[in-house]
């Protein structure tokens, strides 16, 4: 699970919901990935309170490839 919890999954949800408009793609496309990089950075992360700036940053350069 990607998420600490229930509040956590929230704030990851809008963040994934206003990415996937900035980038004009379903939100539905973008969760899988998101969540994906997020548990990887989880894990590494010292600072947990920019999770959803680095992995929004993972998740657009994938996209422009």
Do not use: G
């Not at 949800?13 to 996937?20: D, G, H, Q």
């Not at 379903?26 to 969760?31: A, G, I, Q, R, S």
């Amino acid at each position: 699970m990607p998420y600490a919890d229930a509040n956590d999954r929230v704030k990851h949800m809008n963040v994934i919901e206003r990415l996937a408009s900035e980038i004009d793609r379903p939100v539905t496309e973008v969760t899988p990935l998101y969540e994906d990089i997020l548990s990887h950075m989880r894990d590494v992360a010292t600072i947990q309170d920019y999770l959803p700036l680095l992995v929004s940053k993972r998740v657009k350069r994938v996209f422009k490839k």
